[in-house]
């Protein structure tokens, strides 16, 4: 099993940032991909970011050029750098791990945007 535990949610004012951390612990052996997702109220759930064991990264068209995910491997934590924050960014942003034997999701942090 593999457990994973967010933090660094909050509430902030438009246009300013936060960065998310989720740290990973359990069986893991090797990690495949690490990401975030969110979903907003009456939306479904959306990839927002994704970083693959050999560093490649995708990102969401509405994220390009504001957030940045990145991960520490010997602390098996990845993190979301949100930068320039809108109203729209309002969710709650859960993160996701695809290792060799399943898939795992965190319980959800909640991010508020105000203006």
């Known amino acids: 099993q593999v457990q994973l535990v967010e933090s660094g949610g909050g509430l902030v004012q438009a246009g300013g940032s936060l960065r998310l951390s989720c740290a990973a612990s359990g069986s893991i052996f090797s990690i495949n991909y690490m990401g975030w997702y969110r979903q907003a109220p009456g939306k479904q759930r959306e990839l927002v970011a994704r970083i693959a064991g050999g560093g490649s990264t995708n990102y969401a068209d509405s994220v390009k050029g504001r957030f940045t995910i990145s991960r520490d491997n010997a602390k098996n934590t990845v993190y979301l750098q949100m930068n320039s924050l809108e109203r729209e960014d309002t969710a709650v942003y859960y993160c996701?791990?695809?290792?060799?034997?399943?898939?795992?999701w965190g319980q959800g942090t909640q991010v508020t945007v105000s203006s």
């Open positions: 996701y791990a695809a290792v060799p034997t399943g898939r795992y």
